[in-house]
């Protein structure tokens, strides 16, 4: 099944974009791009959202090589050039196996790699650290946290956090608890936040080096506790960085103090999957088949391409143009572009 990047304008003026990603989800824009203009065949483009937040959506966005296929697109970022950044678990049809595909700002490709992370691709962060850019990436099927150079060139690797008391060996010195980490999280003082999303619930916190300095979290639904934490952002919106959860399985959002202390919860979302800042608002792709803007209290904006709650069960496994148009299915990864 193909998954696609989405974007669009919210102002042609200020010539900005949204890309999101998702296990077979609609797609995006390589700017400038005019509200209203005829695609090919001469019809509109479907146009989502309301006034200041009114997008068109150009779907599946982006030169893809006849020998690579997407699998499901889980993770979406931009460099300084401009260049976007698709992590994808590789269809199985694929010729070339792939994860990593990026594409220039009008969409041409322009390489790939990664065939290790193949069928665990999903989260993806980007950062400049001094005068250089690096990638984090998580792969849910190796349980893997990796630091690499836009190129593909490991750094470093976290593995099981057998540091942390949640997530101890057992006597036979494996693994004694689930652990499959989904997204990460950058702070400014270089600390790094892992969501085990896919495993057991809790946020596993490093230094810049890697190593370990506490966990928190786990599976509950009180305050503290996570279900299935799929994406998260030191959110730097406010008087002081806040770590921002996409609590997806008890559908909320839950703020935490960088030292892992519950603060607040928030409502309004069906499913949050991760998250992207751009002056205030915050884009929240949503698995149950729509992409949300937040405002800086984290209040709904505006719901975009929502397709209904429950359509994507059936939709991700049906054929590509089965896809209704301007609509989502079910999006893991957002952001707005330069």
């Known amino acids: 099944m193909s998954d696609s990047p989405v974007s669009g304008t919210a102002s042609v003026s200020r010539r900005r974009f949204l890309h999101a990603v998702g296990a077979a989800g609609v797609a995006a824009a390589g700017g400038p791009v005019i509200l209203h203009a005829a695609n090919k065949s001469g019809s509109k483009r479907p146009v989502v959202g309301t ?121 036979d010195g494996k693994p004694a608890t689930k652990y499959s980490p989904t997204n990460v999280a950058i702070a400014s003082n270089g600390d790094v936040y892992v969501a085990d999303g896919y495993g057991s619930s809790y946020i596993t916190q490093y230094d810049q080096h890697g190593a370990f300095i506490r966990t928190f979290g786990g599976k509950g639904k009180d305050a503290g506790q996570l279900d299935c934490p799929h994406g998260l952002i030191v959110d730097e919106r406010g008087k002081e960085p806040v770590l921002l959860v996409a609590d997806r399985g008890n559908r909320r959002l839950q703020t935490f103090s960088l030292d892992g202390k519950h603060l607040a919860f928030y409502e309004g979302t069906n499913a949050p999957c991760h998250f992207h800042p751009y002056k205030g608002v915050m884009v ?55």
């Not at 750094?155 to 956090?161: A, D, R």
């Open 284 to 338: 929240v792709p949503d698995l149950f088949a729509r992409v949300t803007l937040v405002d800086q209290a984290n209040a709904p904006i505006v719901h975009l391409g929502d397709n209904g709650i429950d359509s994507w069960k059936e939709l991700r496994k049906g054929p590509r143009e089965a896809f209704p148009a301007g609509k989502f299915v079910c999006p893991h990864g957002a952001m707005f572009d330069h």
């Open 51 to 171: 006034g200041a937040h009114t997008f068109e959506v150009y779907h599946d966005w982006g030169e893809l090589p006849a020998a690579i296929q997407y699998g499901n697109t889980h993770g979406v970022c931009e460099d300084a050039q401009g260049q976007i950044y698709i992590h994808h678990t590789v269809n199985a049809t694929s010729e070339r196996h792939d994860s990593m595909v990026v594409f220039d700002r009008q969409g041409r490709f322009v390489k790939s790699w990664g065939r290790e992370f193949e069928g665990g691709a999903h989260g993806l962060h980007i950062r400049k650290e001094g005068s250089r850019e690096f990638l984090y990436l998580c792969d849910t099927k190796r349980a893997l946290v990796v630091k690499a150079t836009p190129d593909g060139e490991v750094v470093w690797t976290l593995g099981y956090p057998k540091e942390s008391p949640p997530y101890l060996l057992d006597a």
